[in-house]
């Protein structure tokens, strides 16, 4: 007797082995492409990662973002200064503050967010001072916050104290400048601005002040932001005489007002 279900011709299989094996062979496709390419994309991003930007970088950097006003070959333009001689140290100081790229002419460029990476300021940095050398970074110790504070107290009220403030705390100039505050002020930035004399700074070179006096200024600045107002407010640390005419304006302003509003109410 003949069976009901006889077997195929040749061996055949049933039509949904085939399709099982087709899916089967696709997702182990598709599984290995992917893994490839997640590995190769992390080889990438780790090379992209570990590598440093060169000189060359720094200057293709420049020519697409400062080229228009300090021209191409640091020449400068009638719409910036000629960057021969500013040094490293300057072009670090001016970018990584957000000073530069300067975003509207006016009396003083004033810091904003930072528009580089660190690695791209120092290439664009290194580049300048291959092409016009000048000021270059300071050796650690400078910046170690070790020097003698004391000294550096008396050397910042000397020398910088009429324009930042005694506490460092900033204060206006004419003309619609202004020294800046120098609370958030990094060590390196704090040297920069003596060595090289940005807008309205003086140059304090190692004449006027040496780097171990530089050190000391520094070291004092940057215990300045841990010290407490024993006296509450700190009403800018702008001293007794200001602190006292604030007193006097709305204190004693304040009990003539009270004075009316109790004679008002009793009439």
């Known amino acids: 007797m003949a069976s009901k279900n006889p077997r195929r011709n040749g061996g055949r299989r049933s039509k949904w082995a085939a399709a099982a094996l087709i899916g089967i062979g696709l997702l182990v496709t598709g599984g290995g492409y992917a893994g490839a390419s997640a590995a ?3 080889g990438d991003n780790t090379t992209q990662t570990s590598s440093t930007l060169t000189v060359e970088d720094g200057k293709k950097l420049f020519q697409a973002n400062c080229a228009t006003c300090h021209g191409l070959n640091l020449e400068g333009t009638n719409d910036g200064p000629s960057l021969y001689g500013v040094g490293e140290l300057s072009v670090e100081f001016q970018v990584a503050t957000g000073r530069m790229p300067l ?6 460029a004033p810091q904003k967010p930072v528009q580089f990476t660190q690695e791209q ?3 664009i940095a290194a580049w300048v001072q291959s092409e016009a050398p000048g000021p270059t970074y300071p050796e650690s110790e400078v ?3 070790e020097g003698d504070v004391s000294h550096g107290a008396e050397l910042f009220r000397i020398n910088c104290a009429m324009c930042h403030n005694v506490a460092g705390a900033g204060g206006a100039l004419t003309e619609g400048k202004y020294a800046p505050p120098l609370t958030t002020t990094s060590p390196l930035h704090m040297y920069a601005a003596m060595v090289t004399g940005p807008q309205n700074m003086p140059v304090f070179n190692d004449m006027t ?4 006096e530089k050190r000391d200024i520094i070291s004092y600045l940057m215990i300045r932001p841990t010290e407490n107002s024993p006296g509450g407010f700190s009403l ?4 007794p005489v200001s602190e006292g005419l604030f007193i006097w304006i709305f204190g ?6 009270i004075s009316v509003w109790i004679t008002a109410k009793s009439n």
Do not use: F, K, N
């Not at 975003?103 to 003083?108: E, F, H, L, R, S």
């Not at 004693?252 to 007002?257: C, E, N």
């Open 40 to 42: 190769m994309a992390a």
């Open 103 to 108: 975003q509207m002419q006016g009396p003083q």
């Open 121 to 123: 300021i120092e290439a």
């Open 143 to 145: 910046l170690d916050g």
């Open 209 to 212: 002040l040496t780097t171990e």
């Open 236 to 239: 800018g640390s702008l001293g």
């Open 252 to 257: 004693i302003g304040a009990l003539v007002a």
